[in-house]
């Protein structure tokens, strides 16, 4: 029982727990459970994001920017790669273990009954919680899955951002886009702005009508707002009210400059509102500062080593580009961690082509697919395949075949990615690598 937990390790090995109550959309238990702590979610304003991909770095770069404005920002995302206090942060900074199990006992303790939260209501509830005691000014808050029934859904935001839509999790938003896009236009308030960089016409039109019967201005990426590139992480933005040149960047990846261009659109509509004067150099030192781990990192430079999470065929459209514009290498050598539940043929369609060499290896979270499936559905693709279960073995192998002008990228799962963080060396805690 939650009253008999004695520390945060076993309080995260009992959140862990309540995995097994499921994925159940809806409201009404999270709301119920932030009534019991007084509403926490109501005492700071907000930014909501949504999306397939981007959400974390769009995020990470708004809690960098109001950061720099001399702002207290909490900063709420999922899942993390490696420590189960990633997914709370005040000011770019993680979250104490002690501070977390206090805000654990003060959510276990509200529990009524036998009306046990999901882990992400739970969670969710916690993070709202831990903002209001710690007096953030703003919270930058990502959705878990979806948006309409998110249990961070509750929160009423200045602004919301949907960054994109494509098909993933597809079992418990729907199978076709248009499903998903009104699963994530959800996010959209009364009245609220709307930020976003979504593209296919039906999502578009979904997205349009959805605003238009909440009151709801909409401001869209190419029409309202744009970046453009001009050099190494730099590039212009051409904005609702500012435009800003020669911006810097900290994240590498052509698509990280929408996010930046979808981050900064937010804050001019905060702006607009009162709430806040942008300066010019808070905001390009929070753009330069921003940190998002696991995203095109770089591990290691002879041979070339890069991480990226990229668990879609999006995010793998993403990562192609990346790795056939921005890093120079004779040939290219592919580590490959996947859940079973992805689409892993998009996703091999997008990389496998790239590369010399093919991985596959099955990182210990439990819905990973079996890597002798990896290498059939491969072949049609690639010839010179390897099957390591062991990750370090893996990542071993794929390093003794590159030469000092080959490029390694790991990849596959953002699961994958924090494990392989550990490899390297990032400190873990207990039973994280059990976590959602």
């Known amino acids: 029982m939650p009253n008999t937990i004695p520390d945060y390790d076993s309080a995260v090995d009992f959140l862990c727990r309540l995995q097994k109550v499921g994925i159940k959309f809806g409201l009404n238990r999270t709301e119920n459970l932030l009534s019991r702590l007084g509403n926490p979610h109501r005492r700071f304003r907000s930014i909501h994001i949504a999306g397939t991909n981007g959400k974390g770095s769009t995020a990470a770069m708004l809690s960098s920017i109001l950061t720099r404005h001399g702002l207290r920002v909490g900063l709420y995302t999922s899942p993390h790669l490696v ?59 990502e959705t878990g899955m979806g948006g309409r029934l998110d249990a961070t859904n509750v929160i009423h935001p200045d602004v919301a951002v949907i960054t994109n839509v494509a098909m993933d999790h597809q079992e418990f938003l729907g199978t076709s886009l ?113 940190q998002w781990p696991g995203r095109l990192e770089i591990l290691e430079t002879s041979p070339l080593v890069v991480l990226d999470g990229a668990h879609n065929p999006h995010g793998a459209e993403s990562l192609r580009t990346a790795l056939t514009t921005m890093f120079p290498y004779r040939r290219l050598h592919l580590v490959m961690g996947i859940m079973a539940d992805k689409d892993i043929r998009g996703i091999f369609r997008r990389l496998l082509p790239l590369a010399e060499t093919a991985v596959f290896t099955r990182p210990r979270y439990g819905r990973a697919a079996d890597p002798e499936m990896l290498r059939r559905l491969a072949a049609p693709l690639i010839k010179k395949i390897f099957v390591i279960p062991d990750p370090a073995e893996a990542i071993a192998q794929a390093k003794s075949l590159a030469s000092s002008d080959d490029a390694v990228c790991i990849t596959g799962s953002l699961y994958f990615a924090g494990e392989v963080k550990e490899l390297y060396g990032e400190p873990s805690q207990v039973h994280d690598r059990l976590l959602a």
């Open 83 to 141: 420590r189960f206090t990633e997914r709370f942060r005040i000011n770019d900074r993680e979250a104490p273990a002690n501070r977390i199990f206090q805000v654990f006992q003060d959510v276990m303790a509200v529990i009524s009954g036998d009306e046990w939260p999901t882990f992400f209501e739970a969670v969710t509830a916690m993070a709202f919680h831990y903002f209001a005691q710690e007096g953030v000014d703003w919270a930058v808050v």
């Open 178 to 290: 248009s499903a998903i896009a009104r699963e994530k236009a959800g996010i959209v308030k009364d009245a609220t702005p709307v930020v976003t960089a979504v593209r296919q016409p039906v999502v578009q039109s979904i997205l349009k009508a959805t605003c238009l019967k909440k009151r709801a201005p909409l401001f869209r990426y190419g029409i309202h707002f744009r970046s453009r590139r001009n050099g190494p992480q730099r590039f212009h933005y051409h904005g609702l009210s500012h435009n800003w040149s020669d911006l810097p960047l900290g994240l590498l990846g052509e698509h990280q400059y929408t996010n930046a261009a979808m981050a900064l659109a937010a804050l001019e509509l905060v702006e607009s509102k009162g709430a806040m004067r942008l300066d010019p150099e808070a905001v390009a030192e929070g753009l330069r500062q921003v």
